[in-house]
């Protein structure tokens, strides 16, 4: 299952970063860019479309081995350069778990096999209960379909960003080698979501990445955002994916307190920024883009996880900010909202 999903990670590259972000295996195959975006092409330069795409990284990635959700050729003579920098995660914290993007994160890294995950929740005993079962919910203004996770290879612990002391959080995360940050919040009465999003998304991100310090093993953290986060510095401000965005707590303005706290921390860090996040199975080709170049566009809650589980241990992510969204042929649909 998670063998299938991450090929779509091998149809994009980083744009106007001379294949920063494509693997190894794809670095000798021609990459078609344009001022915001990069989709993987053939060889004479053309764009190829989704059914090509997936036929080629079939090849690319035959005997590929599956490291801890990264992509790594065997007989490469980059992938032996760069070993140290792909090792396996010993531990992983999943902050977010029960979350629409957080519970798919945790579902590929415990599938890896060869990792320790722990799953970061507010209340235990309802997350065990949640994650166990299928049901439809409610996520703002969207009804979503939720599958099941086995959670028989995952450690659930308490990791509540408003409630718990940077100390509290710390010992939850003891150990671990990375940190994915998953946690926002959800909309509800309109009366308090500016203080929800400013005490989740802004301070209780700033706390886990202080506990993440406090830890001393925590060496890499991925973090999931937004895109347009950084919307008003680069004349994004009126835009309809701004506006409509941000009108639920100001959230975009909170996210990029905490990630410009990240970019300072002196951990490396990997910052992905999805546009609209669909729940449904992605339906066009994985876009890669570079910081504050994409204003619209949606994508795949399973797209985001797998860039995200890449992220954590490919070196070319390294303190990077990267935006994503689907490319369906048609061109991208207004921004509506995000639901983390």
């Known amino acids: 299952m998670f063998a299938s ?19 190894a295996s794809l670095q000798q195959h021609a990459v078609h860019r344009s001022s915001s975006s990069a ?17 080629q990284a079939t090849k690319l990635v035959a005997g590929v081995a599956l490291t ?19 090792t396996a995660t010993a531990r992983v914290v999943v902050a977010g778990a029960t979350g629409q993007t957080g519970r798919r994160v945790l579902e590929r890294l415990a599938q890896s096999g060869n990792l320790e995950v722990i799953g970061g929740v507010r209340n235990v005993e309802k997350a065990t209960a949640s994650l166990g079962e299928s049901s439809t919910v409610v996520r703002g203004a969207m009804v979503q379909k939720v599958a099941s996770v086995d959670t028989s290879a995952v450690n659930l612990k308490q990791l509540d960003v408003v409630k718990n002391s940077i100390d509290e959080l710390a010992a939850s995360m003891e ?10 919040f959800i909309p509800g009465n309109p009366l308090k979501m500016n203080a929800a999003a400013h005490d989740v998304d802004n301070l209780g991100t700033i706390k886990l990445i202080d506990a993440a310090k406090k ?13 347009l986060t950084n919307g008003r510095n680069w004349g994004q401000e009126k835009s309809a994916g701004f506006v409509i965005t941000n009108a639920f707590g100001n959230v975009l303005d909170e996210k990029l307190v905490a990630e410009n706290y990240l970019k300072q921390s002196g951990i490396d860090y990997t910052i992905v920024r999805p ?6 199975p992605p339906t066009g080709a994985l876009k890669i883009s570079g910081e504050d170049t994409l204003n619209s566009g949606e994508i795949s809650r399973d797209l985001v996880a797998d860039v995200t ?9 390294k303190n990077k900010v990267i935006e994503i969204i689907e490319d369906d042929g048609t061109a991208p649909k207004v921004f509506n909202g995000l639901n983390m």
């Open 275 to 280: 546009g609209g996040l669909k729940a449904k």
């Open 5 to 23: 999903s991450i090929f779509c990670l091998l149809v994009a590259a980083l744009a106007n970063q001379s294949d920063a972000f494509a693997p």
């Open 215 to 227: 830890t001393g093993s925590i060496k890499k953290i991925v973090m999931v955002s937004s895109i």
């Open 175 to 184: 150990g671990a080698q990375s940190l994915v940050i998953a946690t926002g």
């Open 309 to 317: 589980v890449a992220s954590l241990t490919d070196a070319k992510a």
């Open 39 to 55: 989709v993987f092409g053939s060889a004479d330069d053309n764009v190829v479309d989704r059914r090509d795409a997936f036929a």
């Open 68 to 86: 801890s959700g990264i992509i790594a050729a065997p007989n490469s003579a980059n992938a032996a350069s760069e070993g140290a920098a792909a």
